[in-house]
């Protein structure tokens, strides 16, 4: 009895500690968060890729599904008048059932100090046709937890709760379950056991057997998860110490139309002027007409060593700041739709750079090129 008392005790205060650890958690999170409405969303179409990831293609929720892909997103409640152009935030329109999650492209507010944004998906082209007003603002986005949407999203389906309800009725009901399919012993070691029983020595010989046969088991598995692990945690560590020195991260872009990549606006000069002609209307007041000129930017980036944290694009240094952030530390090249907001038409010079981070990270890199901007 003391020893079945001794083992309750535990139990209760492991439950306790871990109930504990959950609320100083979520706790945490929360006051982290801003104590936000929405704290988390999850990622369902493919309007953010690839900086965010959906679970389905289009906007439709008849969508073909991804499994393995869908991010988490965490939302921080944020005073509105924090946000700026290139900021990612979650937001409610009319023209949508549900949350959106864009990016800001540009910011205005009227004599009454009234807040507006226009809102773009990085992977949409042109910009979102709605106007967003700051109290239609939910918060920003912070963290990306990612893949984990799509086994969300499944286990509100009728298939994720058909799993649900197998895996709890194996847990409750595991061994009834295997005795019914008769998986257990059969009824001549089942005797074989209760004869050798009623033998002390036979049962200290069958205990110390087993004891033994069950460490040399824990000791195998252990070694094998060890083992397993530590190969992970090198090829990990040694593809983005290799990724750092060969995918140093390194910007391109190109004209929207150019799908052969062969125009890089990167290689303008005075002899041979890019020009962006297509552009589409952002604010217009009584004083100012921004237009965002959609343009293909190509990222190279070399692993949590040596990444882009985010670039800024710029006219003419003082006008068109475009902030966009990086939010997963990738190897290789992504490919994403963004756009040069400016006020100005005609030859101007555009600078875009680059602030890394990370172990190897470099200086911030600044490319300048000169572009004509048409209408």
Not at 216 to 223: F, L
Not at 264 to 280: D, F, G, Q, V
Request: aromatic share 10%; net charge neutral; with cysteine.
């Amino acid at each position: 009895m003391d020893r079945k008392y001794k083992t309750i005790i535990e139990a209760g205060v492991l439950l306790g500690s871990a109930i504990l650890l959950v609320i100083v958690i979520v706790s945490s999170l929360a006051i982290f968060l801003g104590y936000s409405p929405m704290p988390q969303v999850v990622v369902s179409t493919t309007s953010m890729m690839p900086i965010y990831r959906g679970y389905q293609d289009g906007t439709e929720r008849s969508g073909n599904l991804h499994p393995f892909r869908g991010d988490i997103l965490l939302v921080r409640k944020v005073s509105v008048s924090t946000l700026e152009v290139g900021d990612v935030i979650v937001f409610n329109t009319p023209s949508v059932s549900e949350p959106v999650v864009h990016r800001i492209v540009a910011r205005w507010q009227n004599e009454s100090d009234y807040i507006f944004f226009k809102t773009n998906g990085d992977n949409n082209v042109p910009p979102d046709n709605w106007i967003v007003e700051e109290k239609d603002v939910i918060g920003m986005v912070v963290i990306r937890i990612p893949h984990l949407g799509w086994f969300l999203y499944t286990l509100k389906t009728n298939l994720g709760k058909i799993l649900i309800l197998t895996l709890a009725s194996l847990v409750l009901f595991g061994e009834e379950i295997i005795n019914f399919l008769g998986l257990s012993k059969d009824k001549e070691e089942t005797q074989k056991d209760t004869n050798e029983s009623n033998d002390q020595d036979a049962i200290s010989r069958n205990s110390k057997r087993q004891s033994n046969s069950i460490s040399k088991t824990i000791r195998k598995k252990e070694s094998i998860y060890v083992i397993s692990g530590m190969v992970i945690f090198l090829l990990f560590i040694g593809s983005n110490l290799f990724a750092s020195v060969s995918h140093s991260p390194a910007i391109d872009c190109f004209t929207i139309n150019d799908t052969s990549g062969n125009q890089s606006l990167l290689e303008s000069t005075k002899n041979t002027m890019r020009t962006l002609s297509s552009r589409y209307k952002l604010v217009d007041t009584e004083n100012v007409t921004s237009y965002f000129y959609p343009i293909l930017i190509k990222l190279k980036s070399g692993g949590i060593l040596n990444n882009i944290d985010y670039f800024e694009i710029r006219v003419n240094q003082s006008s068109g700041l475009y902030r966009w952030t990086i939010v997963n530390n990738y190897i290789g090249v992504h490919t994403i739709k963004g756009g040069i907001v400016s006020q100005i038409n005609g030859t101007v010079e555009i600078s875009i750079t680059l602030f890394c981070r990370g172990l190897f990270a470099s200086s911030p890199l600044t490319y300048t090129f000169p572009v004509i901007l048409q209408g």
